[in-house]
Nanobody, 120 residues
Framework: QVQLVESGGGLVQAGGSLRLSCAASGRIFRITAMGWYRQAPGKQRELVAQ???????DYADSVKGRFTISRDNAKNAVYLQMNSLKPEDTAVYYC??????????????WGQGTQVTVSS
């Protein structure tokens, strides 16, 4: 019922930058939080960064000072600016959004994932 479309992944050298984008569509009444998770091969999916409707943010310790999450409430979109990328940032990055649909049914949706590869 809620679709998340991600873009912006790719291959970059260590120290480089990438910007991920994610747009949500559907019968969305309100999005309470949007965020980015990542999953590297052989590892569990982990939270990278999250932003609430009130613009409160939370970051994984490993990305603090390098990544910045931002949100455009009017577009139901979330962005992740990734600077000073490291090889250990290599993973599939997933967009996540949670909130309410019209009719006040809750939702928690995931994007299809976008590959980020950082070469050393």
């Amino acid at each position: 019922q809620v679709q998340l479309v991600e873009s912006g992944g790719g291959l970059v050298q260590a120290g480089g930058s990438l910007r991920l984008s994610c747009a949500a569509s559907g019968r969305i009444f309100r999005i309470t939080a949007m965020g980015w998770y990542r999953q590297a091969p052989g590892k569990q999916r982990e939270l990278v960064a999250q932003v609430t409707s009130g613009s409160s943010t939370d970051y994984a310790d490993s990305v603090k000072g390098r990544f910045t999450i931002s949100r455009d409430n009017a577009k139901n979109a979330v962005y992740l600016q990734m600077n000073s990328l490291k090889p250990e940032d290599t993973a599939v990055y997933y967009c996540n959004a949670g909130g309410l649909l019209y009719g006040l049914t809750g939702f928690d949706s995931w994007g299809q994932g976008t590959q980020v590869t950082v070469s050393s």
